[in-house]
C-alpha cells in the first residue's frame, strides 16, 4: 500500500507564486515515479510534470514550461512543485501521483496511487 498527502493549496493572486508539497508514506520503495496532473471542470485530468526517483529526470507540460519546476527529497519521500508567476488559467485541483514499479507485482504491470486533490485558485 502507498498513501499520498497533499498540501501548499490555496489562492493567490496572478503572477504570484505558490509550492506543493506530496508527502509519501508506505511500500515507498515500490515508487519509479511520481507526477503532478490537475482537473478543471468541464476538462479532463491533464499532465502537469513528473520526475523519476532514481534519475530525476523531468518532463513538463508546455502550458508550465519555465514557470513551474518540480523536484523530490527521495530522503523525505516528498515531491514539490514551485509554481512561479501563475495565470488563472492555473486554476484547477492538483493532485499527486506515484508509479509503482510492475517488478512488485506477479503479474508484472505496475500500479498508480493518487492523492486527495488540493485547490489552487488563481484570482485577484
Known amino acids: 500500500q502507498l498513501q499520498l498527502v497533499e498540501s501548499g493549496g490555496g489562492l493567490v493572486q496572478p503572477g504570484g507564486s505558490l509550492r506543493l508539497s506530496c508527502a509519501a508514506s508506505?511500500?515507498?520503495?515500490?515508487?519509479?515515479?511520481m507526477g503532478w496532473y490537475r482537473q478543471t471542470p468541464g476538462k479532463e485530468r491533464e499532465l502537469v510534470a513528473t520526475?523519476?526517483?532514481?534519475?530525476?529526470?523531468?518532463n513538463y507540460a508546455d502550458s508550465v514550461k519555465g514557470r513551474f519546476t518540480i523536484s523530490r527529497d527521495n530522503t523525505k519521500n516528498t515531491m514539490y512543485l514551485q509554481m512561479n508567476s501563475l495565470k488563472p488559467e492555473d486554476t484547477a485541483v492538483y493532485y499527486c501521483?506515484?508509479?509503482?514499479?510492475?517488478?512488485?507485482?506477479?503479474?508484472?504491470?505496475?500500479?498508480?496511487?493518487w492523492g486527495q486533490g488540493t485547490q489552487v485558485t488563481v484570482s485577484s
Open positions: 501521483n506515484a508509479q509503482a514499479s510492475g517488478i512488485y507485482f506477479t503479474n508484472g504491470v505496475g500500479a498508480s496511487y
Open positions: 508506505g511500500s515507498t520503495f515500490k515508487i519509479d515515479a
Open positions: 520526475i523519476t526517483t532514481v534519475v530525476g529526470s523531468t
